[in-house]
């Protein structure tokens, strides 16, 4: 059984900051990505940033030099750090864990935390 958990969210004023968490437990193996993505009301879920075993990471154009991605793999947990946040950051925050060996590949989903920022 696997658990992931994001805490964090809230509302905030238009160029404030939030500092998202998630922490996974349970059955967590060979580890690779721990990742966070957003759904904004209306549109699809897409990816905000993620944070390859390997040291790669990646941001939506969008977020970049505004927000950061950090991992403690001893506590199988990744944050988001925030900054200057904008209106359109507005939406669901869903923190996803993936991994896997040989033919067996995992990806686990938090429960969302919601992100207001008002203008």
């Known amino acids: 059984q696997v658990q992931v958990v994001e805490s964090g969210g809230g509302l905030v004023q238009a160029g404030g900051s939030l500092r998202l968490s998630c922490a996974a437990s349970g059955s967590i193996f060979s580890l690779n990505v721990m990742a966070w993505y957003r759904q904004a009301p209306g549109k699809e879920r897409e990816l905000v940033a993620d944070?390859?075993?390997?040291?790669?990471?990646n941001y939506a154009d969008s977020v970049k030099g505004r927000f950061t991605i950090s991992r403690d793999n001893a506590k199988i947990t990744v944050y988001l750090q925030m900054n200057s946040l904008k209106p359109e950051d507005t939406g669901v925050y869903y923190c996803?864990?993936?991994?896997?060996?040989?033919?067996?590949?995992?990806?686990?989903w938090g429960q969302g935390t919601q992100v207001t920022v008002s203008s």
């Open positions: 996803n864990v993936r991994g896997g060996v040989d033919l067996y590949e995992y990806t686990y």
């Open positions: 944070f390859h075993s390997d040291g790669e990471i």
